[in-house]
Protein backbone atom coordinates (compact mmCIF):
# COMPACT_ATOMS: atom_id res chain seq x y z
CA UNK A 1 0.00 0.00 0.00
CA UNK A 2 0.85 3.41 -0.60
CA UNK A 3 2.36 5.10 2.47
CA UNK A 4 1.89 8.55 1.06
CA UNK A 5 -1.82 10.41 0.70
CA UNK A 6 -1.96 13.73 -1.13
CA UNK A 7 -3.19 16.20 1.21
CA UNK A 8 -5.27 18.71 0.61
CA UNK A 9 -4.36 22.20 1.63
CA UNK A 10 -6.35 25.07 2.89
CA UNK A 11 -5.86 28.39 1.54
CA UNK A 12 -3.48 27.75 -0.85
CA UNK A 13 -2.95 30.12 -3.20
CA UNK A 14 -1.86 28.71 -7.05
CA UNK A 15 1.70 29.69 -8.11
CA UNK A 16 2.87 32.71 -10.03
CA UNK A 17 2.37 30.63 -13.81
CA UNK A 18 5.67 30.27 -15.22
CA UNK A 19 7.13 29.68 -18.84
CA UNK A 20 7.03 25.67 -20.03
CA UNK A 21 10.39 25.45 -19.65
CA UNK A 22 11.13 24.97 -15.36
CA UNK A 23 15.00 24.95 -15.12
CA UNK A 24 16.45 27.76 -17.62
CA UNK A 25 15.97 30.98 -15.37
CA UNK A 26 17.43 28.47 -11.94
CA UNK A 27 20.58 27.87 -13.75
CA UNK A 28 21.41 31.27 -14.54
CA UNK A 29 21.45 32.74 -10.98
CA UNK A 30 24.48 33.06 -9.23
CA UNK A 31 23.34 31.03 -6.08
CA UNK A 32 22.09 27.48 -6.80
CA UNK A 33 18.29 28.21 -5.97
CA UNK A 34 16.76 25.75 -3.38
CA UNK A 35 15.46 23.02 -5.05
CA UNK A 36 11.41 21.85 -11.04
CA UNK A 37 11.42 23.08 -14.92
CA UNK A 38 11.58 26.99 -14.28
CA UNK A 39 12.79 27.57 -11.04
CA UNK A 40 14.82 24.45 -9.32
CA UNK A 41 12.49 24.36 -6.96
CA UNK A 42 12.48 25.27 -2.91
CA UNK A 43 12.11 22.62 -0.24
CA UNK A 44 10.88 19.92 -2.66
CA UNK A 45 13.83 17.17 -2.50
CA UNK A 46 14.62 15.11 0.49
CA UNK A 47 18.40 15.58 0.01
CA UNK A 48 18.80 18.83 -0.82
CA UNK A 49 20.62 19.68 1.87
CA UNK A 50 23.33 17.67 0.90
CA UNK A 51 23.86 19.32 -1.38
CA UNK A 52 23.95 22.67 0.46
CA UNK A 53 20.51 23.48 -1.78
CA UNK A 54 17.82 23.72 0.94
CA UNK A 55 19.72 26.27 2.94
CA UNK A 56 22.45 26.20 5.81
CA UNK A 57 25.53 24.35 5.67
CA UNK A 58 25.24 21.24 7.74
CA UNK A 59 26.14 18.05 5.57
CA UNK A 60 23.91 15.14 5.82
CA UNK A 61 25.46 11.39 4.71
CA UNK A 62 23.29 10.51 1.74
CA UNK A 63 20.92 7.83 2.09
CA UNK A 64 22.17 4.06 0.97
CA UNK A 65 19.14 3.04 -0.80
CA UNK A 66 17.63 4.95 -3.58
CA UNK A 67 13.99 3.74 -4.17
CA UNK A 68 12.65 3.05 -7.32
CA UNK A 69 11.35 6.40 -9.11
CA UNK A 70 7.74 6.19 -10.78
CA UNK A 71 7.40 8.88 -13.43
CA UNK A 72 4.25 10.40 -14.75
CA UNK A 73 5.13 13.26 -17.05
CA UNK A 74 7.89 14.96 -19.34
CA UNK A 75 10.27 12.21 -17.26
CA UNK A 76 8.76 9.54 -19.20
CA UNK A 77 10.33 11.17 -22.94
CA UNK A 78 13.95 9.65 -23.19
CA UNK A 79 15.21 13.08 -24.60
CA UNK A 80 14.03 14.91 -21.61
CA UNK A 81 15.62 12.33 -19.32
CA UNK A 82 18.88 12.16 -21.65
CA UNK A 83 18.86 16.08 -21.22
CA UNK A 84 18.39 16.17 -17.18
CA UNK A 85 21.00 13.31 -16.46
CA UNK A 86 23.20 13.49 -18.80
CA UNK A 87 23.10 9.58 -19.66
CA UNK A 88 20.65 7.27 -21.23
CA UNK A 89 18.90 4.63 -18.55
CA UNK A 90 19.39 1.27 -19.54
CA UNK A 91 16.16 0.22 -21.07
CA UNK A 92 16.03 -2.91 -18.38
CA UNK A 93 15.75 -0.16 -15.94
CA UNK A 94 12.81 1.45 -17.32
CA UNK A 95 10.12 -0.88 -16.42
CA UNK A 96 6.04 0.07 -17.83
CA UNK A 97 4.06 0.44 -14.84
CA UNK A 98 1.04 2.34 -13.56
CA UNK A 99 0.02 3.97 -10.54
CA UNK A 100 -3.53 2.58 -9.52
CA UNK A 101 -6.03 5.16 -7.78
CA UNK A 102 -4.48 7.78 -9.19
CA UNK A 103 -4.37 9.64 -12.93
CA UNK A 104 -1.89 12.22 -14.21
CA UNK A 105 -3.61 15.81 -14.70
CA UNK A 106 -3.01 19.39 -15.93
CA UNK A 107 -1.07 21.63 -13.61
CA UNK A 108 -3.26 24.24 -13.07
CA UNK A 109 -1.62 27.03 -15.51
CA UNK A 110 1.38 24.72 -16.41
CA UNK A 111 2.25 22.66 -19.88
CA UNK A 112 3.30 19.53 -17.28
CA UNK A 113 1.05 17.16 -15.19
CA UNK A 114 0.62 16.69 -11.35
CA UNK A 115 -0.86 12.92 -10.04
CA UNK A 116 -4.14 13.14 -8.26
CA UNK A 117 -5.81 10.49 -6.29
CA UNK A 118 -9.00 9.07 -8.98
CA UNK A 119 -11.12 6.30 -7.97
CA UNK A 120 -10.78 3.89 -10.36
CA UNK A 121 -8.18 6.26 -12.06
CA UNK A 122 -4.78 3.79 -13.43
CA UNK A 123 -2.01 6.74 -14.32
CA UNK A 124 0.43 5.32 -17.20
CA UNK A 125 4.26 5.56 -16.28
CA UNK A 126 7.67 4.09 -16.17
CA UNK A 127 9.11 2.89 -13.05
CA UNK A 128 12.78 4.03 -12.90
CA UNK A 129 14.80 1.63 -11.06
CA UNK A 130 18.86 2.40 -11.41
CA UNK A 131 19.08 6.28 -10.54
CA UNK A 132 22.03 7.38 -8.09
CA UNK A 133 22.04 9.08 -4.80
CA UNK A 134 23.16 12.49 -7.46
CA UNK A 135 20.43 11.95 -10.17
CA UNK A 136 17.87 11.70 -7.37
CA UNK A 137 18.76 15.36 -6.39
CA UNK A 138 19.20 16.24 -9.99
CA UNK A 139 15.62 15.23 -10.19
CA UNK A 140 14.49 17.14 -6.89
CA UNK A 141 16.34 20.24 -8.36
CA UNK A 142 14.49 19.86 -11.31
CA UNK A 143 10.84 19.64 -9.97
CA UNK A 144 11.18 21.85 -7.04
CA UNK A 145 8.87 23.43 -4.74
CA UNK A 146 5.85 22.55 -7.03
CA UNK A 147 6.72 18.64 -6.24
CA UNK A 148 7.08 16.94 -3.36
CA UNK A 149 8.18 12.93 -3.35
CA UNK A 150 6.26 10.74 -1.68
CA UNK A 151 5.64 6.62 -1.70
CA UNK A 152 2.76 5.61 -4.25
CA UNK A 153 1.72 1.61 -4.87
CA UNK A 154 2.59 0.95 -8.56
CA UNK A 155 1.39 -2.01 -10.60
CA UNK A 156 4.31 -3.44 -13.23
CA UNK A 157 2.85 -6.33 -14.61
CA UNK A 158 0.65 -7.92 -12.36
CA UNK A 159 3.13 -7.70 -8.96
CA UNK A 160 2.29 -4.59 -6.98
CA UNK A 161 5.41 -2.19 -5.61
CA UNK A 162 6.20 0.73 -3.67
CA UNK A 163 7.51 3.42 -5.66
CA UNK A 164 8.40 7.02 -5.08
CA UNK A 165 6.45 9.62 -7.34
CA UNK A 166 6.32 13.20 -7.43
CA UNK A 167 3.25 14.81 -6.49
CA UNK A 168 2.19 18.24 -6.49
CA UNK A 169 1.96 20.48 -3.30
CA UNK A 170 -0.99 22.41 -5.00
CA UNK A 171 -4.04 21.27 -4.28
CA UNK A 172 -5.71 20.07 -8.21
CA UNK A 173 -9.42 20.66 -8.21
CA UNK A 174 -11.39 17.68 -9.41
CA UNK A 175 -12.12 17.30 -12.86
CA UNK A 176 -9.01 19.40 -14.25
CA UNK A 177 -8.40 18.00 -17.74
CA UNK A 178 -6.27 14.73 -18.41
CA UNK A 179 -2.90 15.12 -19.12
CA UNK A 180 -1.30 13.39 -22.00
CA UNK A 181 2.24 12.67 -22.93
CA UNK A 182 1.83 12.31 -26.70
CA UNK A 183 -0.17 15.91 -26.93
CA UNK A 184 2.77 17.59 -24.41
CA UNK A 185 5.29 15.89 -27.26
CA UNK A 186 3.42 17.35 -30.16
CA UNK A 187 2.40 20.61 -28.97
CA UNK A 188 5.45 21.53 -26.60
CA UNK A 189 8.48 19.17 -26.43
CA UNK A 190 10.09 20.74 -29.17
CA UNK A 191 10.48 24.37 -27.63
CA UNK A 192 10.87 22.36 -24.35
CA UNK A 193 13.82 20.74 -24.96
CA UNK A 194 16.03 23.35 -26.95
CA UNK A 195 15.46 25.77 -23.89
CA UNK A 196 16.70 23.33 -21.73
CA UNK A 197 19.81 20.84 -22.99
CA UNK A 198 22.16 23.66 -21.93
CA UNK A 199 20.02 24.83 -18.89
CA UNK A 200 20.38 20.95 -17.55
CA UNK A 201 23.77 20.92 -18.34
CA UNK A 202 24.54 23.57 -16.11
CA UNK A 203 22.14 22.66 -13.40
CA UNK A 204 24.68 19.34 -13.46
CA UNK A 205 27.87 21.03 -12.99
CA UNK A 206 26.54 23.39 -10.48
CA UNK A 207 25.54 20.06 -8.30
CA UNK A 208 28.71 18.72 -8.87
CA UNK A 209 30.62 21.82 -7.70
CA UNK A 210 28.72 21.44 -4.64
CA UNK A 211 29.13 17.87 -4.13
CA UNK A 212 30.60 15.20 -5.86
CA UNK A 213 28.76 12.59 -7.19
Partial sequence: MARGVLAEREGFEPPMELPPCRISSAVHSTTLPPLRESEVRQGGGRHGAAYGIA??????????????????????????LLALLGRALNADAMLLAHAPGFVAVNYPGRVYPALVRYPGGA????????????????????????????????????????????????????????????????????????????SASDLRLKLLAIRPI
Fill in 55 to 80: GGSSQQSLPLKVHPLFVYGTLRDPDI
Fill in 123 to 198: AEGLMLTDLTPFERDLLDAFEGNEYRRDFVAVVIGEELHEAEAYLPTAMVKPGAPTWELSRWQAEHKERTLSSERQ
